[in-house]
C-alpha cells in the first residue's frame, strides 16, 4: 500500500519529506505560523534546437513569431499559475517574476533564468521553476513545426534566499563552480 514499506518510518523520522501526513498521504504544509519575508528564487533551462530552428529563431524568422518575446511573457504568466498546476503548491503573491532568454550559437540553444521573488510565508521556488519550464515549452511549441527533435534539458533551481533553510547556490556538476 502507498505509504507503507520499509523506507517510510525511516523517512519519516528523519523528517525527509514535507508534504505527506503521518499515514503517508499528500498534504498541504500549514504555513500560518511562518515569518513573512523576503523570498527570491532563480531556476534555469535549456532548450536544444538545432541548427535550423536556431537560425531561425536567431533571425526572428519562426512563422509563429517572436519566440523569445512570447517565451518570456509565457514563463511570467506561469507564475501566476504556480498553484493551480502543482497541487501542494501555496498561493502566494509574487511581487516580481522576470524571464531572460539567450541564444547559445555554440550549442544551438536558448538558455532560459527564470527569477522569482515575493514577501511571504513560503518560498518562490516552484514558481521559478514552473516559470524556466513554461518558458521551455513555449519555445518548443514556436519552433516544432522545423524541427520535432528539439530537446529541454537542465530544469533546475540555481539559487534561493529567504526562509527557515536560508540561502542555496547549486554548485554545477563537473566545475566546482556555482551557477
Not at 501526513?21 to 504544509?29: Q, S
Not at 499559475?81 to 516580481?96: A, D, F, G, K, V
Not at 527564470?114 to 518560498?123: E, V, W, Y
Not at 514552473?130 to 528539439?150: E, N
Amino acid at each position: 500500500a502507498y505509504g507503507s514499506g520499509p523506507t517510510w518510518p525511516y523517512l519519516m523520522a528523519a523528517r525527509i519529506l514535507t508534504h505527506v501526513d503521518a499515514a503517508g498521504r499528500a498534504a498541504m504544509v500549514d504555513v500560518a505560523h511562518k515569518a513573512i519575508n523576503q523570498r527570491m528564487a532563480v531556476a534555469a533551462a535549456r532548450v536544444k534546437l538545432g541548427e535550423e530552428a536556431f537560425g531561425l529563431v536567431e533571425q526572428n524568422s519562426i512563422a509563429k513569431g517572436d519566440v523569445l518575446t512570447v517565451a518570456k511573457l509565457a514563463g511570467i504568466m506561469a507564475a501566476k499559475h504556480t498553484p493551480t498546476l502543482i497541487p501542494l503548491c501555496h498561493n502566494i503573491s509574487i511581487s516580481s517574476a522576470d524571464v531572460v532568454l539567450a541564444l547559445n550559437r555554440e550549442q544551438f540553444s536558448v538558455e532560459i533564468e527564470a527569477t522569482a521573488r515575493a514577501a511571504d510565508r513560503t518560498g518562490v521556488e516552484m514558481e521559478a521553476m514552473t516559470m524556466a519550464s513554461v518558458a521551455a515549452l513555449t519555445v518548443y511549441d514556436m519552433c516544432k513545426a522545423v524541427c520535432k527533435d528539439i530537446l529541454i534539458t537542465d530544469v533546475r533551481l540555481l539559487r534561493k534566499t529567504g526562509g527557515k533553510s536560508g540561502e542555496y547556490v547549486r554548485k554545477e556538476v563537473g566545475t566546482g563552480s556555482t551557477a
